[in-house]
């Protein structure tokens, strides 16, 4: 695991683009495991400058997202297919985007599919990741085990709190995902993890320096070949 200390936001969020770049220009076929939330909001727009200004194209790329909502359709002002097409889809030239539905009829048997069709793809090139105050990646949150393939997830209170400022104020926020697990995303070749503000702080020193645990799932990167984490002074501030 490789920790970066940026002076700022913008540094860490220019510093993954630029992992994002590296990768696609040595292998134009990459296939991207992609996250949503606040904090990949500046990368994907570094990305889309990149890509604006001719120096990235996406249009041999394929991109996984690691989660979704149990219960909205991909055209809810709040699901996570939406978020990534008005944040990336829609100003960059990706050949295949994919996210798990969350409106699928039977849930279980659309996790499996999911990972069939990210093996089928030939697997993660490089993951983005985000950090739960509570230390989850994706939408793992703490347990007593690290879950291997895409599963079904109760959403803990923190993490429902945390999500509300996405919804309206009289909207229900859902209580369930549907989410890559641990063990899919360790099988990704290269991890990116950006960690942003004060919030955060604990659950990076957790991950960075306390013992693997699956109350942290974030530990679990601990023993990943290829991980890079990049953090802002905020972020950093209990290392
Ligand atoms: C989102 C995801 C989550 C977020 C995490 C941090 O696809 O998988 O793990 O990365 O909850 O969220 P933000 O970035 O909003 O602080």
Redesign the pocket.
């Known amino acids: 695991m490789i920790v970066h200390i940026y002076e700022n936001k913008d540094q860490a969020s220019l510093a993954a683009a630029s992992l994002f770049c590296a990768c696609i220009l040595s292998k134009p076929d990459a296939v991207l495991g992609l996250?949503?939330?606040?904090?990949?909001i500046e990368t994907y727009q570094q990305l889309i400058d990149m890509h604006q200004s001719g120096l990235l194209d996406f249009s041999g790329c394929t991109s996984f997202?690691?989660?979704e909502y149990v219960g909205l359709s991909a055209d809810h002002a709040c699901s996570?297919h939406r978020f990534m097409k008005e944040q990336l889809f829609d100003h960059i030239n990706m050949k295949k985007t994919h996210v798990p539905s969350g409106d699928a009829k039977d849930l279980l048997e659309e996790a499996g599919r999911y990972d069939k069709e990210i093996e089928a793809a030939g697997g993660i090139d490089i993951q983005f990741?985000?950090?739960?105050?509570n230390g989850?990646?994706?939408?793992n949150e703490p347990d007593s085990v690290f879950h291997y393939g895409t599963q079904i997830v109760n959403l803990t209170k923190s993490?429902i709190e945390?999500?509300k400022r996405f919804f309206k104020a009289d909207e229900k926020v859902p209580t369930q995902a549907i989410?890559l697990g641990a063990g899919g995303i360790m099988k990704a070749r290269k991890i990116v993890l950006v960690a942003?503000?004060e919030?955060?702080a604990e659950a990076v020193r957790a991950m960075v320096t306390g013992e693997l645990d699956p109350q942290v799932q974030a530990s679990i990167l601990r023993i990943h070949p290829d991980t890079v984490i990049l953090l802002d002074p905020q972020a950093a501030s209990l290392l």
């Open positions: 996250a949503t939330g606040s904090t990949p997202n690691l989660d996570y990741l985000g950090l739960g105050q989850h990646i994706g939408f993490t945390a999500n989410s942003l503000g919030t955060k």
